[in-house]
């Protein structure tokens, strides 16, 4: 069973403005990837960080659709010892405190795919991805390669 995590940002890309190409491609990738969940063909791993951003979402519309669809969560990482420990030594290769947890999560849950749409994110993951636990890639290039 493939193994996915989606970042807050990933959560968020079917409720942006989608008169953008490049938004409402990424928007498809996304809801396409929401459905084989829903069906059960694939795995969502989520974590207590992503549940936590999730509940930070200013915008209440974007909260309640989020929250709606973290019900599709099949395994939530809880934040320990070794979450923390990993994030920090991510957080000396660049990465924001919140991305560092996520990463961290997602690696110890042996998470097949990180997905995000976060452009410096992505830009930051591939270039360290020698020394990353998980493949990060963009929702949109990955349903590509698995459809």
């Known amino acids: 069973m493939t193994k996915i995590y989606l970042d807050t940002c990933c959560l968020n890309r ?5 008169t953008q190409e490049r938004i409402r491609l990424e928007s498809e990738a996304v809801l396409a990837i929401l459905s084989r969940i829903e069906k059960g063909e694939w795995d969502w791993i989520g974590s207590e960080v992503l549940l936590d951003e999730i509940e930070q979402t200013p ?4 909260l309640s659709r989020a929250r709606l669809l973290s019900g599709f969560i099949k395994h ?3 934040i320990g010892e ?8 991510l957080q000396r290769e660049g990465f924001k405190t919140f991305d560092s947890l996520h990463l961290a999560c997602a690696e ?15 830009k930051l993951a591939k270039r360290v991805s020698k020394r990353l636990k ?14």
Do not use: H
């Open 14 to 18: 079917p409720f942006d403005d989608q």
């Open 59 to 62: 915008d209440t519309q974007k």
């Open 76 to 78: 939530t990482v809880e």
């Open 82 to 89: 070794a979450e923390v420990k990993r994030a920090r030594e």
């Open 108 to 122: 110890i849950a042996k998470a097949d795919v990180f997905l995000s749409t976060d452009d410096r994110f992505l």
């Open 134 to 147: 998980v493949r990060v890639v963009n929702p949109l290039a990955w349903v590509e390669e698995m459809i």
